[in-house]
């Protein structure tokens, strides 16, 4: 049966390159979808046709030399145009949104990588999000170094970021831990570096968590009966 709550939830994913997010991000829907959840999938940079032009221009290893305001600012434009088009659209219409990277990703890479000020980042983040936040972010964490023999592995050519430093990645690492410790009702970090099967299974559990708590919710305000995934 179809399940629809007033307001959808974005949930979102985050971690290194070769975390493992792209892969999670199908295993994640068809949970969903088994428990009668309308979604949609999307990522960032990107989402919506501006957004990916933007995203071409961001990842292209020919732009090098890039400041981190002028990145900065262009990962908040295209994030304005996704949410325009495709989030608050798919939110507003109650259905789920999963996405492949959000904000968190700024305060990692642009904050912890490149060194711009968070607090520049929260304003930036109030002006083109105004409250909306993720209900739900997993934070897919291991080890520099795995992922990106990961990353490079699939990969034919490197991208703009995926030619940074490993110190690079370890402070990007650094910063998604020191938030996901700050905010433990929102977030909850994945042990990446095991296997497909294992890492399959702690999203899977910790999604039917978060689903029978949404539930639950809806339920106690509007007096209606049982999760969809019981
Ligand atoms: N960025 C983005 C910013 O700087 N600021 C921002 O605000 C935002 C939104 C996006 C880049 O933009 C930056 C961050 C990024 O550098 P992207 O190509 O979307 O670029 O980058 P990623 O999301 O990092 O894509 P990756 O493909 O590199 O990483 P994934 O999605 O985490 O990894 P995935 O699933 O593609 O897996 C990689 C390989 O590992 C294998 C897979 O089969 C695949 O071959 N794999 C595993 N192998 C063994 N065990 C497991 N558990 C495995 N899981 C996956």
Redesign the pocket.
């Known amino acids: 049966m179809q399940k629809t709550l007033q307001r959808g939830r974005l949930i979102t994913l985050e ?10 991000v199908e295993h994640l829907a068809g949970l969903l979808r088994e428990c009668g959840i309308t979604l949609v999938t999307t ?3 990107g989402g919506s046709p501006i957004a990916e032009r933007l995203r071409s221009l ?2 292209d290893p020919l732009n090098t030399g890039m400041s981190g305001i002028a ?1 900065l600012l262009l ?1 908040f434009a295209a ?1 304005a145009e996704h949410l325009e088009r495709t989030i608050r659209p798919a939110l507003d219409a109650g259905h789920w949104v999963i996405c ?4 968190d ?2 305060y990692a ?2 904050g912890g ?1 490149r060194g711009v000020d968070p607090e520049r980042i929260a304003i930036l983040e109030a002006l083109v999000q105004g409250s909306l936040r993720p209900d739900l972010t997993f934070v ?1 964490d291991l080890p520099p170094e795995l ?1 990106l023999a ?2 490079r ?3 034919e050519s490197a ?1 703009r ?2 030619q940074e430093t490993i110190q690079f990645f370890a402070s990007v690492r650094a910063v998604y831990l020191e938030r996901a410790q700050a905010c433990p009702s929102r977030y909850r970090v994945i042990d ?5 099967a ?2 399959a299974e702690q999203v899977c559990r910790l999604t039917r968590c978060f689903i029978d708590l949404t539930w639950n919710a809806h339920c106690d305000q509007t007096n209606r009966a049982s999760s969809p995934c019981a």
């Not at 492949?100 to 904000?103: E, I, K, P």
């Not at 990446?192 to 497909?196: I, K, R």
Request: aromatic fraction near 10%.
């Open positions: 971690g290194i390159e070769g975390a493992g997010k792209s892969t999670q990522r960032e940079p961001l990842l990145e990962m994030r492949d990277r959000f904000t990703a700024t890479y642009q990588g897919f992922g990961r990353a592995h699939r990969a991208d970021f995926e990446a570096s095991a296997s497909l294992d890492v």
